[in-house]
């Protein structure tokens, strides 16, 4: 069973800046694209970044472009979202999922509970 914990969310002013974790249980972290999701309440859910098994390709949203920066180090189980000169509207609850390789296309596998992020202007 795999495990995901998000941690590192928080209050911040605009402008500011905050770095997620996200920690994945077992050996075979490797075998995973990974991604960030966030949904605020009363909307849907939506696709913020995402970043290859290997770390070699990443993807964004428009709305981050510029600003987050997904990164993983497989050593330590652990993907990141680097998230600068945050805005009132990125305020919601920041998910981190994983995407086995070998059903990529068909959906993440896994997700983790959250971690809020609340950004006042």
């Known amino acids: 069973q795999v495990q995901l914990v998000e941690s590192g969310g928080g209050l911040v002013q605009a402008g500011g800046s905050l770095r997620l974790f996200c920690a994945a249980s077992?050996?075979?972290?490797?075998?995973?694209?990974m991604g960030w999701f966030r949904q605020a309440p009363g909307k849907e859910r939506e696709f913020v970044a995402a970043?290859?098994?290997?770390?070699?390709?990443?993807y964004y949203a428009d709305s981050v472009k510029g600003r987050f920066t997904i990164s993983r180090d497989n050593a330590k189980n652990t993907v990141y979202l680097q998230m600068n000169s945050l805005k009132p509207e990125d305020t919601a609850v920041y998910y981190c999922?994983?995407?086995?390789?070998?059903?990529?296309?068909?959906?993440?596998?896994?997700w983790g509970q959250g971690t809020q992020v609340t950004v006042s202007s």
């Open positions: 999922a994983a995407d086995h390789i070998m059903t990529m296309g068909h959906g993440y596998d896994y």
């Open positions: 077992g050996r075979t972290f490797s075998s995973y694209a």
């Open positions: 970043i290859s098994a290997s770390g070699g390709r990443t």
